[in-house]
């Protein structure tokens, strides 16, 4: 089944079900000020609105722009109000359409829905590149200096995860919830296990140990 992450600054991708039709599963997530917190899988959409708490609408949409992880994104800027000015500023600001708030559940979905099609002609950057490691994301393969990692589904998404996010000490509870392992919920010392072996397969293909065990705190790729 294929995946796509629709992510929202209201509270509705925190608390939405996901929907499943014709053979895609559409998971809500929150998204804030300072970009995903989980892996953009598959289809990206994202609805900003206008004002937010911590950070102005626009500037977030720019933002998003510029991040690897998340520029092929179908951006959808939500409006307080319909405005001439306000729409050519969204647009500017990098959204693809707009639409007049509030929205809901069905209303995300109907949009999403129709606009499918033209969406799927968007290709998401297939290859990250950190240095020495490269990470193909259409075959789902992973390599250091061309030497390939073997590793399992959760290994693969976990490295990925440390890739869009080096030099970041992430705790337990971010990398389950960057995963999007949080319902049903797991044990975090099941991450313990997803690093070792994670580890066994980087040190391997001859890359040492770039994942660092902050104590206390979580672990930081450092490669």
Known sequence: ?????????NTLGATAEEFIHDGTRYVFERIGCNGPARLAEGQVWVFIDWVLDECAGLSLCRRLRADPRIEHAHIT???????????RRALKAGADDYLVGPV??????DRILALRSPQEAKSPSQIIVLGKLTINLVALQA???KV???????????LRFFAENPHRVLSRRELIAGLGKVEPPIDERTVDVWIGRLRRALRNAGAGNPLRTV???GYVYDG
Do not use: C, H, Y
């Open 1 to 9: 089944m294929n995946l796509a992450t629709i992510f929202m600054t």
């Open 77 to 87: 800027m939500v409006l307080e109000q319909d405005d001439d000015d306000d729409r």
């Open 104 to 109: 809901d559940r069905n209303g995300v979905l």
């Open 143 to 145: 390599s250091w200096v």
């Open 148 to 158: 390939p990692l073997v590793v399992g589904p959760n290994e693969f998404r976990l």
């Open 215 to 217: 104590r206390s705190k």
